[in-house]
């Protein structure tokens, strides 16, 4: 079966059991061998705020995984310092297996969406992508691909600067998408999006794990998360305090709130 047809199919385990049948597909192998996300001992200070402290986890291909903690726990630090934008106090962050900064073709191997994605005002959101894919040598056919991937298409000559939220958010995925990457690392994707966009996301987040890539997504939307996470790693003030698979059934609402207390 095209693996594509299984996401837009609503999984028949959603609302309970995170793992029926689909959840259960194997990823292709080269695929599980590659992309891996792992982090050891990670520690960041900022003066006198501890904001991450010696954390050590991995994620896995082939799965979705929820990065969760409070306010202020450390996920965007950790995050940033996976991507190489904040420089780790202690500890290492790689993604398969190396830094970030010594990936040979970043934009093919780790896409991400982080808070407050900037975008020119003045660029249309075709403009921008082809900004970004000639500079990182990607097909020409790629910018239609990804707009049409996350529904931009009518809007790709349109400057950015009149986007509204959602849109932006759309548009900080395309820029993710761009170069077909391995790994996927997204912090809060669904905000601004519509509940038809939410919906959307779910699915394809989903097809992307079942592709054998990896992907990673931080979020306070528990119940949305549920949906389609495999795996859960809840950080609190800069420390791990849960990490494990979701099994069938568990409330990951009441987990987090006792894990987090
Ligand atoms: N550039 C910075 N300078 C100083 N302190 C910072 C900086 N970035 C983060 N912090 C602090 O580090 C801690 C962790 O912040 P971080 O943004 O990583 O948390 P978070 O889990 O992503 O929170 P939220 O869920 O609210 O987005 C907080 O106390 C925050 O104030």
Do not use: C
């Not at 837009?8 to 194997?26: E, F, M, T, W, Y």
């Not at 940033?80 to 970030?100: C, D, H, K, N």
């Amino acid at each position: 079966m095209d693996p594509w047809v299984e996401i837009v199919l609503p999984r028949p385990d959603i609302g309970g059991s995170v793992h029926g049948p689909v959840n259960r597909a194997r990823p292709p192998r080269h695929r599980r061998s590659m992309s891996v996300i792992t982090v050891t001992r990670l520690g960041k200070s900022f003066g006198r705020v501890r904001a991450v402290d010696d954390l050590s986890f991995s994620v896995e291909p082939g799965a979705v995984t929820a990065f969760l903690g409070p306010n202020g726990a450390g996920k965007t630090t950790t995050l940033r310092m996976i991507l190489g934008l904040v420089t780790p106090t202690s500890g290492s962050a790689t993604v398969g297996g190396r830094p970030y900064r010594d990936l040979t073709d970043p934009l093919t191997a780790v896409g991400a969406v982080l808070e407050a994605a900037a975008f020119h005002p003045g660029l249309t959101a075709r403009t921008h992508l082809e900004i970004l894919r000639t500079a990182a040598g990607l097909a020409p056919e790629r910018v239609d691909h990804v707009l049409d991937q996350v529904d931009l298409t009518g809007a790709a000559d349109r400057r950015v600067g009149g986007f509204s939220l959602g849109m932006r958010q759309r548009l900080a995925l395309a820029t993710a998408l761009l170069g077909d990457p391995a790994v996927l690392i997204l912090d809060e994707p669904a905000n601004g999006l519509d509940p038809a966009g939410v919906h959307w996301l779910r699915g394809f987040l989903r097809a992307y794990a079942l592709q054998g890539r990896t992907v990673l997504v931080s979020t306070h939307a528990l119940a949305e998360i549920r949906q389609i996470a495999d795996h859960v790693i809840i950080i609190s003030g800069g420390r791990m305090v849960f990490t494990g698979p979701l099994a069938a059934g568990s409330d990951l609402e009441e987990l987090y709130l006792e894990v987090t207390r």
